[in-house]
């Protein structure tokens, strides 16, 4: 995908005071690290699940290998472990040439509450949304500008999305009358079909949860890996036409797009 990149999951916030907030790492995680100067922190990684696309950056994340930054990565509680000892599965032999423990940075591992808590400027929120695994959506707000990410969801799973009380959508709250909702858009409404399940979304599930949850902008992400630019395109043209006037704006999420609020 020439166009629209083919990185996997990797979102960087700029909070009002100018410290970052970064949503999952995955590979798109590697260039921002390196565009870091060294030194500056302390780095906050939220994580929204551990499924690998997800993750599979980190051991390329330039400030992990900086012994003078300080990295702090959040990700999901789960029964089967500390997330240490999650990620460690993967950072380790011998998939990893070092030990996440041997990491030269000062690295700290925190399980997101799934209540509020404050990183600078920001109150975050999380929650457990719709997905294979223990699977994180945040909303993150800073003033008056309110951020939901929901990069893998299936909302519609067992539901209508359209005629269900919206406490009852997975991921509703998080996405209430977000400024710019961040959501997971996979498949077309006819691959959707052979797919159920799999916790991703069709394009029109997408909108109509945006919809139902009020979302003023909406940048449709995780994009299918067969799609190609044309496909892209394509569904970007099926989604501004089922706007009906309720965002003012949506688009397809690209590699390196700037959207300020």
């Known amino acids: 995908m020439e166009g629209y990149g083919g990185n996997t999951a990797c979102v960087e916030l700029t909070l009002s005071d100018g410290s970052e907030v970064i949503l999952d ?24 699940h551990l499924h690998l696309d997800h993750i599979q950056g980190l051991m390329f994340f330039a400030p992990l290998f900086d012994p003078q930054c300080e990295v702090c990565i959040w990700g999901p509680p789960a029964l089967d472990g500390p997330l240490l000892a999650r990620l460690g599965r993967y950072i380790s032999a011998p998939l990893a040439p070092v030990e996440i423990r041997e990491l030269p940075a000062r690295v700290s591992f925190e399980e997101a509450k799934t209540n ?34 929901i990069p ?20 509703s709250v998080l996405a209430r009358d977000a400024d710019l909702l961040i ?24 909108m109509t949860f945006a919809q139902r949850a009020g979302a003023r902008r909406v940048s449709l992400f995780h994009h299918e890996p067969l799609h190609d630019d044309a496909a892209l395109d394509s569904l970007g043209e099926e989604a501004r036409a089922l706007n009906d006037g309720c965002f003012e704006e949506v688009s397809l999420a690209r590699e390196g797009q700037t959207i300020e609020l």
């Open 25 to 48: 790492g995955g590979t798109g995680i590697r260039q921002l690290g390196h565009a870091r100067s060294r030194g500056s922190s302390p780095v906050h990684v939220l994580l929204t």
């Open 183 to 206: 959501h997971d858009s996979q498949y077309t409404d006819r691959e959707y079909r052979d797919h159920i399940g799999w916790g991703h979304c069709a394009l029109s599930d997408a």
């Open 152 to 171: 893998d969801h299936e909302p519609a799973l067992g539901q209508r999305l359209a005629h269900s009380n919206s406490e009852w959508i997975s991921g």
């Open 116 to 149: 509020a808590w404050t990183l600078g400027p920001a109150l975050v929120e999380a929650a457990f949304v719709n997905h294979r695994g223990p699977t994180l959506g945040y909303r993150i707000t800073d003033g008056d500008a309110t951020i939901a990410y």
